[in-house]
Nanobody, 124 residues
Framework: QVQLVESGGGLVQAGGSLRVSCAASGRTFSSLTMGWFRQAPGKEREFVAAISFGGARTVYTDSVKGRFTISRDNAKNTAYLQMNSLKPEDTAVYSC?????????????????WGQGTQVTVSS
């Protein structure tokens, strides 16, 4: 089992920055591929970014490329999502997810473990 706890969400003005964190416990963090997903009101949960277990490979959805950066610190069992140049359409609940193994997937069905999520609200 893996437990994931997100933190760092909040309210920010458009153009601002925010960093959300995902603390993991229960399994060797360095063996997990980590992903970030988001869900806006009335919409399906969508993929945002993912990072391989060693951090060498990252994948982003097109709408956040150049603005968001996913990273991880295996010594701290924590993954991060740095969000810059935020837009009102980035408003959503952001959830981290984990899956054992090397595949860096954009599919939510590929992830076995999920956090509760943290709210990010971007005002215009």
């Amino acid at each position: 089992q893996v437990q994931l706890v997100e933190s760092g969400g909040g309210l920010v003005q458009a153009g601002g920055s925010l960093r959300v964190s995902c603390a993991a416990s229960g399994r060797t963090f360095s063996s997990l591929t980590m992903g970030w997903f988001r869900q806006a009101p009335g919409k399906e949960r969508e993929f945002v970014a993912a990072i391989s277990f060693g951090g060498a490979r990252t994948v982003y959805t097109d709408s956040v490329k150049g603005r968001f950066t996913i990273s991880r610190d295996n010594a701290k069992n924590t993954a991060y999502l740095q969000m810059n140049s935020l837009k009102p359409e980035d408003t959503a609940v952001y959830s981290c997810a984990a899956r054992p193994g090397v595949v860096v997937s954009m599919q939510k069905s590929a992830y076995d473990y999920w956090g509760q999520g943290t709210q990010v609200t971007v005002s215009s």
